[in-house]
């Protein structure tokens, strides 16, 4: 099961990373140039786009840490809980950036569809995270429980 989600974890940093650097900085040139009206949205929302892969690439890059941890037995230690701490910032950087983009929006749009799909998904991270959060309290429960257990052996 492991090697399958791992395979699947490089799967899909292989696909960011290539939406990463050639997709997106092409997508936000392509649209300054149809509508110069929107030109001066191209950096930021390029470096946005960016930024918000990049977030999803740590998580995926500590997940995979986390898998090793799994697969020798060692889940149940702080340094588990590191990797789970990145993930959590990873998250709340994701947050914020959407966030960002969900005041740029705010301010410039006309049209209430986009918005709606912005906060629908900044809420989905904000719950992600949240959960996570949760995940990360019981992990660490759980260690010191092992910790104790260890002890009494």
């Known amino acids: 099961m492991v090697p399958l989600l791992r395979a699947g974890l490089v799967v899909l ?12 900085p092409g997508q936000f040139r392509h649209m300054a140039e149809q509508d110069p009206g929107s030109a001066w949205l191209r950096w930021p929302l390029t470096v946005g786009a960016v930024l918000g892969v990049l977030c999803v690439q740590v998580v995926l890059v500590c997940t995979w840490r986390l898998l090793t941890l799994v697969q020798r037995d060692q889940i149940f230690t702080t340094a588990s809980i590191r990797w789970v701490d990145t993930i959590v910032y990873a998250v709340a950087g994701a947050e914020l950036l959407l966030l960002c983009l969900l005041v740029l929006v705010g301010a410039t749009a006309d049209d209430p569809g986009f918005l709606l799909l912005v906060l629908l998904v900044a809420t989905g991270v904000a719950v992600l995270g949240l959960v996570v959060v949760v995940m990360r309290s ?3 429960q759980a260690t010191v429980l092992r910790s104790d257990l260890d002890e009494v052996i």
């Open 138 to 140: 019981l992990l660490k």
């Open 13 to 24: 940093f292989a696909v960011l990373l290539l939406l990463q650097v050639m997709s997106l």
